[in-house]
Nanobody
Framework: QVQLVESGGGLVQPGGSLRLSCAASHNVFTIYTMAWYRQTPGNQRELVATITINGSTNYAEAVKGRFTISRVNAKNTMYLQMNSLKPEDTAVYYC???????WGQGTQVTVSS
């Protein structure tokens, strides 16, 4: 079974940047749309960004113009570049394999001064 492992979270000041990574155990990026979600305590996971097998991207309104999703197929790795971070971006970020039940374990992003 495919496994996903996120990394790159941490504490950053407002206006700062972070890059999250999602490493897949198998070459799945040419088969599945991949996605980043985020979740805050007491709330459902919300979709942040997606990237299709042909590289088309889509973003939630709240992150458009600030976040960029990308992937490197040869490395089986997907990224989320997050710029101009705001306190409301604080959440646990998860990557997901298409519409499956396969998720990573999550990585905490905290935006605070």
């Amino acid at each position: 079974q495919v496994q996903l492992v996120e990394s790159g979270g941490g504490l950053v000041q407002p206006g700062g940047s972070l890059r999250l990574s999602c490493a897949a155990s198998h070459n799945v990026f040419t088969i599945y749309t991949m996605a980043w979600y985020r979740q805050t305590p007491g709330n459902q996971r919300e979709l942040v960004a997606t990237i299709t097998i042909n590289g088309s991207t889509n973003y939630a309104e709240a992150v458009k113009g600030r976040f960029t999703i990308s992937r490197v197929n040869a490395k089986n790795t997907m990224y989320l570049q997050m710029n101009s971070l705001k306190p409301e971006d604080t959440a646990v970020y998860y990557c997901r394999l298409g519409g499956t039940r396969i998720w990573g374990q999550g990585t905490q992003v905290t935006v605070s001064s």
